[in-house]
């Protein structure tokens, strides 16, 4: 089934949005992508356990293991949820059963932490267990060493949501965007999270800033890409959003802004829910300080304050 049945209603976050899975491909020498049934997980076995980036659905869990298990003795230590999504962090409870830290910007663990709903779906996400929870934090940034290697997480604010981390193996020279970058599907902006295609349209920037035409660029959907295919990609995001504004200018509502189908030109090669695409890019320009639905203050609960606290926090809180 492709992202079409996907992105049906009612079918979201229900079904897998990749078909052709599981399948691993190294992508630089130590670095491997499990492309899965619900996303693609960046593998890197270290010397002292596996660390992966996004851990698909809970009903993925056995892939990656299988995958991982193909790839080191050691068991994962290490995950990092690009964003809050049950595709990206699904396996969180079951590692952290494991042993695994999970590691992810503080506003994935607050949405997390609370039932959060998507008015794109109509559909409210249960708020998840406690265990099941980001228990590493931090708020901007932070790098992870290994050996030689600089693992360098990013926040990008107000993306793809409001709580996605790109992920830069700087030595490797391969990025994880989460779903920052869809390749070959029309990109959801959850702006009830408070997504926006400013703030998806930077985060591109910042990586073509630091990518090279031999960076390996990870979609979180969607093939494997490399620099220029993300300029094709930060082309369709800012000629959309030029179209969008003109409209917006004449003052055409969103229905008429829809119906006009400004990304038509890009259509080629794309699957998925355009005119949901188009309707979140107008709700940007027009609402460019709209929060979405916020999180919860982390002062508000017992599961926000542990979101605050989480097993560490970078930098550290006194
Ligand atoms: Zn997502």
Redesign the pocket.
């Known amino acids: 089934m492709g992202i079409i049945g996907w992105l049906a209603a009612g079918a979201v976050l229900a079904a897998p949005i990749q078909a052709a899975a599981p399948e691993v491909r190294q992508v630089a020498p130590g670095l491997h992508v499990l492309i899965g049934t619900s996303g693609n997980v960046l593998i890197a076995p270290l010397a002292d356990g596996v660390l992966i980036v996004d851990d698909e659905r809970p009903t993925d869990y056995a892939e990656i293991v299988a995958a991982v298990a193909k790839l080191s003795p050691l068991p994962v230590r290490t995950v990092i949820n690009t964003?809050w999504?049950l595709d990206?962090t699904g396996g969180n409870a079951k590692f952290r059963a494991a042993g695994a830290t999970v590691i992810a910007q503080i506003n994935v663990c607050l949405r997390r932490s609370t039932d959060q709903f998507m008015p794109a779906y109509n559909r409210t996400i249960p708020a998840a267990p406690a265990a099941a929870l980001p228990n590493g934090l931090f708020d901007k940034g932070m790098i992870l060493r290994e050996g030689r290697e600089r693992i360098r997480l990013t926040y990008a604010p107000a993306a793809?949501t409001d709580g996605d981390t790109i992920v830069r193996f700087e030595r490797a020279n391969v990025i994880h965007m989460g779903?920052i970058y869809f390749r070959g599907i029309w990109p959801?902006i959850?702006r009830a999270s408070g997504g926006s295609v400013q703030g998806m349209i930077a985060a591109v920037d910042s990586v073509l800033k630091v990518a090279n035409t031999k960076t390996v660029i990870v979609p979180a959907h969607g093939e494997i890409a490399t620099r220029a295919d993300l300029v094709k990609y930060r082309a369709m995001l800012a000629e959309v959003v030029a179209a969008v504004r003109e409209r917006i200018a004449r003052g055409e509502t969103l229905e008429q802004v829809v119906a006009a189908k400004p990304a038509a030109p890009w259509r080629t090669g794309m699957e998925g829910n355009e005119d949901g695409f188009v309707g979140a890019v107008f709700d940007s320009l027009k609402n460019p300080d709209a929060p979405g639905i916020a999180p919860p203050a982390p002062s508000s609960g017992s599961a926000a304050i542990a979101c605050v606290r989480g097993d560490y926090f970078f930098p550290p809180r006194r």
């Open positions: 964003h999504h990206h793809h779903d959801f959850d």
